[in-house]
């Protein structure tokens, strides 16, 4: 079993700046990848960002230069800054983890989300 808990959710407004954290817990013997999706009203889930055990990140072109994603391997955990917030970027915030399990098993885990609003 593998468990995927999003936090750091809230309402900003516009300009403002949020830190989202994730961490997975559970039979984890290592974690490829960490990311971040995010689903609007009425709107399809889509990709915002991830990252490699390595470190090498990824971002989806609508965030780039204002979020950043990082990663503490040894907590399992995953951060994602969103600086200079926009209305548009209002969604339910997903995390999900491609995890190793320690029974050999490989499962692609995700959280229940965290909802960030931008209004003024």
């Known amino acids: 079993q593998v468990q995927v808990v999003e936090s750091g959710g809230g309402l900003v407004q516009p300009g403002e700046s949020l830190r989202l954290s994730c961490g997975a817990s559970?039979?984890?013997?290592?974690?490829?990848?960490m990311g971040w999706y995010r689903q609007a009203p009425g709107k399809q889930r889509e990709y915002v960002a991830s990252?490699?055990?390595?470190?090498?990140?990824n971002y989806a072109e609508s965030v780039k230069g204002r979020f950043t994603i990082s990663r503490d391997n040894a907590k399992n955990t995953v951060y994602l800054q969103m600086n200079s917030l926009k209305a548009e970027n209002t969604a339910l915030y997903y995390c999900?983890?491609?995890?190793?399990?320690?029974?050999?098993?490989?499962?692609?885990?995700w959280g229940q989300g965290t909802q960030v609003t931008v209004s003024s």
């Open positions: 990252i490699s055990s390595g470190v090498t990140a």
């Open positions: 559970g039979r984890i013997s290592g974690i490829y990848v």
């Open positions: 999900n983890a491609d995890v190793a399990t320690d029974s050999g098993t490989r499962i692609n885990a």
